[in-house]
């Protein structure tokens, strides 16, 4: 099969590594891919949002199977594109890509298909939402309804922070479009969790789960991020645990989708907060999440093209799907100054080096090549690193071995990835 993978990070680099161990591959591009993903075909240059190039690419160039990476995208329609062109996608419809592009759908979907959830209400005005800030317990969540590249959620300590967050994304319109509406929520308590399975429309098949860690700083200090390491599997919820959640916050979404006509076909990500009275759903993302890939997909012992083939046409079933034991942890090297305006430009050396440690791989998320075919970093978080093994504490020595053999004077990383998982 050729194939066209359709993203730039971290998760496009896992993905593509994955990809290539296919004896069906004929041919991979990646549109617009990056030094990682170049490794394993041929980087193509076209942004991610640009569906009509990306459509007329996969037809001049006989692709059989698109792959999205991103979000960005699938809400922009690229597998309706795509099947207009007679093209296979291997990610949810526009309308079925609502699950993330807009928060208020899902609290619907949630609410028909009795998914526990937060509870919540939307708003346009800004008077309105105010109003009911009025009635409620802090602290509480305030969430932009559609796609913010991350920054959409506030968690509002205090009545001021609420309206001042109100204000933020309804009138001074901090997230354009994105933030057209709101939605309010309760607040819940517990360990968060993401949890992945492939989905064909019916069927959900459990990929895993993997504990993402936000905040920039050790022991979850400062501002959130898209995410500075991840394990895999969290020690605390188990395969059995994790099948239950799938029937709780999953596999009734697919079945209410279903009903509306709108199945979903894709990778799904449930946000879960398991809470004393169980998994409680936070957010659906409608892809894998990144660093949360680079700890889940080199586990996967079968053949990722024929199981996103099949899943493409609602034939989930006809494949293998088998991961390996072993605990995975990531590492994110980020540049100074992230999340806020990063450093770029800086030399990387010495990957080479930290991948001759085994059980290591070393993922590009943002990452180019200078005048002079340097290395050097094009990003905010820059590159990550993963290391798996029998056990969490044995994979967390052996990716911090690997982090320490980098020579990239900008970096910076979390020390503490995984501790808080080993103390449990």
């Known amino acids: ?44 240059n076209i942004k991610v949002d640009n569906i009509t190039d990306l459509v007329k690419f996969a037809q001049d160039n006989h692709i059989d199977l698109v792959i999205p990476g991103p979000e960005l995208p699938l809400v922009k329609g690229l597998t309706d594109a795509c099947e207009h062109a007679g093209i296979l996608c291997a990610g949810p419809s526009q309308a079925a890509a609502q699950l993330e592009g807009s928060k208020s759908f899902t609290k619907m979907i949630s609410d028909a298909a009795r998914i526990p959830t937060a509870a919540w209400k939307e708003f346009s005005d800004s008077e309105q939402a105010v109003a009911y800030l009025k009635t409620q317990s802090f602290p509480i969540v305030i969430k932009a309804d559609g796609l913010a590249a991350g920054k959409g959620v506030i968690i509002a300590y205090t009545f001021k922070e609420a309206e001042e967050a109100i204000e933020t994304i309804l009138q001074d319109n901090r997230f354009g479009e994105a933030g057209n509406k709101i939605v309010i929520e309760e607040f819940l308590t517990g360990e968060e969790i993401s949890l992945f399975a492939f989905c064909d429309g019916e069927h959900a098949v459990l990929i895993g789960a993997a504990q993402d ?36 916050t999953v596999r009734p979404m697919l079945r209410e989708m279903v009903k509306r006509g709108i199945p979903f076909r894709g990778i799904i990500f449930a946000g879960l907060m398991i809470t004393n009275d169980g998994p409680y759903l936070i957010e659906y993302n409608v892809r894998f999440g990144d660093p949360e890939a680079e700890v889940l997909l080199p586990r996967l012992e079968t053949d990722l ?120």
């Open 1 to 44: 099969m050729r194939v066209l993978l359709v993203g730039s990070g971290g998760r496009e680099h896992a993905l593509a590594m994955a990809l290539a161990c296919s004896p069906n591959l004929t041919e991979l591009f990646i549109a617009p891919g990056n030094p990682g993903t170049a490794q394993y075909g041929k980087n193509i």
């Open 213 to 248: 860690h936000k905040r920039i700083g050790d022991n979850d200090t400062g501002p959130n991020t898209g995410g500075m390491g991840a394990i895999s599997p969290p020690p605390f919820f188990d395969h059995a645990a994790q099948e239950k959640a799938l029937d709780i």
């Open 305 to 424: 093209l024929d199981i996103l083939y099949n899943l493409s046409q609602g034939k989930l079933k006809k494949s293998e799907i088998k991961f390996s034991d072993q605990a995975g942890i990531c590492i994110v090297m980020a540049a100074k100054g992230y999340p806020g305006t990063p450093v770029v430009g800086g030399i990387i050396k010495n990957i080479d080096q930290a991948e001759s440690i085994p059980h290591v791989k070393v993922f590009h998320a943002g990452t180019n090549y200078n005048a002079q075919q340097e290395l050097c970093a094009a990003g905010g978080r820059v590159l990550c690193i993963a290391a798996f093994d029998k056990t969490l504490k044995q994979a967390q020595t052996t990716a911090y071995n690997a982090v320490n053999k980098i020579n990239w004077k900008d970096g910076i990383w979390r020390t503490d990835i995984g501790n808080k998982a080993l103390k449990q």
